[in-house]
């Protein structure tokens, strides 16, 4: 990109409102310039600006999103081809395996959920019906990359040059004992998910949580985006996810393949 075509102000303003995830719901001025790189005063101008358009909330103190940030996930999830595409086969996907299931795509350090599967017993009454979900999950969520089972399938296909570019710009935070936090570790697991062309996260991301992820490429070739299957609070007796699941979740992936 042309650097004078570059608007400062306008990439800042996008970073304080990405500061805001499931993590952290609500920030002050000190939090957001934090989790941006601003000074404090500048991170609160920014808050107080967007509060005014109308895209944050606050009780004078901490801000919060707004319901209008809605419109842009609506306008993505309306338009976008690939979570209309895969949305009626993660239904089917859930209902077979009784498991919740996700449909993801990189977006720097971070793996975003585009689409979502979620598995409810039919058996429990409606009113206590809860979904089986892993630390959350929901449309829109951002979860780290190198601990998770799409985040490290869509890490193995990228080419050596941007997986070391990758490597070089995004710290690998440990988010439990099992969390690779080395590049050599990482990327010697990276080499073997490419290998196999597909990946288990054993308790990478959250204690109790496992996961099992192949990518989704479309006719080309092209690996777009992963596909997972999420347990949680499995017993040590229970079979592996891989072992289990992984010949229906390739062929979902195959079945896939020429719709995105």
């Known amino acids: 990109m042309n650097k004078a075509d570059w608007i400062e102000g ?25 989790r941006t790189g601003l000074t404090r005063a500048a991170a609160r ?53 009784q498991l919740s299931c996700s449909v993801a795509v990189l977006q720097n350090d971070a793996v975003i959920i585009v689409a979502r599967g979620i598995w409810q017993d039919p058996d429990t009454p409606t009113k206590a019906k809860l979904p089986v979900l892993a630390y959350g999950l929901h449309v829109g969520t951002r979860l780290p990359a190198h601990a998770t089972s799409t985040g490290q399938v869509l890490l193995a296909n990228l080419t050596s040059t941007h997986l070391n570019s990758w490597l070089e710009a995004n710290p690998l935070s440990r988010l439990t004992t099992h969390t ?9 697991k990276l080499k073997l998910v490419a290998q196999q062309d597909y990946c288990l996260a054993t308790q990478e991301h959250e204690l109790g949580v496992d996961a099992l992820a192949v990518p989704l490429r479309n006719e080309r070739g092209d690996t777009v985006a992963a596909l997972n299957l999420v ?15 992984l010949p229906l979740l390739q062929q979902t992936s195959q079945a896939l393949r020429p719709l995105i």
Do not use: C, I
């Open 10 to 34: 306008m990439a800042r303003g996008m970073a304080v409102l990405e500061s805001f995830d499931t993590e952290r719901q609500r920030l002050n001025a000190s939090l957001t310039a934090q």
């Open 45 to 97: 101008r920014h808050l107080l600006t967007l509060t005014e358009l109308g895209y944050l909330e606050t009780d004078g103190q901490y801000f919060w999103l707004s319901a209008k940030v809605l419109g842009f996930a609506g306008s993505y999830l309306s338009s976008a081809r690939l979570p209309r595409a895969v949305q009626p086969t993660l239904h089917q996907l859930s209902m077979a395996t």
């Open 180 to 188: 690779a936090t080395h590049a050599k570790d990482l990327k010697q």
């Open 231 to 245: 347990r949680s609070g499995a017993s040590p007796n229970a079979p592996d996810l891989a072992m289990r699941w």
